[in-house]
């Protein structure tokens, strides 16, 4: 099992940061892969960005590349998404997740923290 507690959601202006923050327990860090999907007000969840377990391997969607950064601290169990030049699109409930592999294609990954309120206005 693995258990992810996300922070660092909040309102903004177009054009401002955020960095969110995943917390994860439960299993070594460094063995699992992590990432984020968020999920807009009457829209699917879709898959935002993921890193490998020794980051070796990173992936984004396209809306998001170039201006998000997807990292990790295995020392502290610790993923991050920063979030430059935000967008009124990109608001949404971001949710860490992790498996033993996520790419861009997985589309259930299998642990999933409760998720963060992203709110850009414009």
């Known amino acids: 099992q693995v258990q992810l507690v996300e922070s660092g959601g909040g309102l903004v202006q177009a054009g401002a940061s955020l960095r969110l923050s995943c917390a994860a327990s439960?299993?070594?860090?460094?063995?699992?892969?992590m990432g984020w999907f968020r999920q807009a007000p009457g829209k699917e969840r879709e898959f935002v960005a993921a890193i490998s377990g020794i980051g070796i391997s990173i992936y984004y969607a396209d809306s998001v590349k170039g201006r998000f950064t997807i990292s990790r601290d295995n020392a502290k169990s610790t993923g991050y998404l920063q979030m430059n030049s935000l967008k009124p699109e990109d608001t949404a409930v971001y949710y860490c997740?992790?498996?033993?592999?996520?790419?861009?294609?997985?589309?259930?990954?299998?642990?999933w923290g409760q998720g963060t309120q992203v709110t850009v206005s414009s």
């Open positions: 997740v992790a498996d033993s592999f996520i790419t861009g294609a997985t589309r259930s990954p299998e642990y």
């Open positions: 439960g299993r070594t860090f460094s063995r699992i892969a």
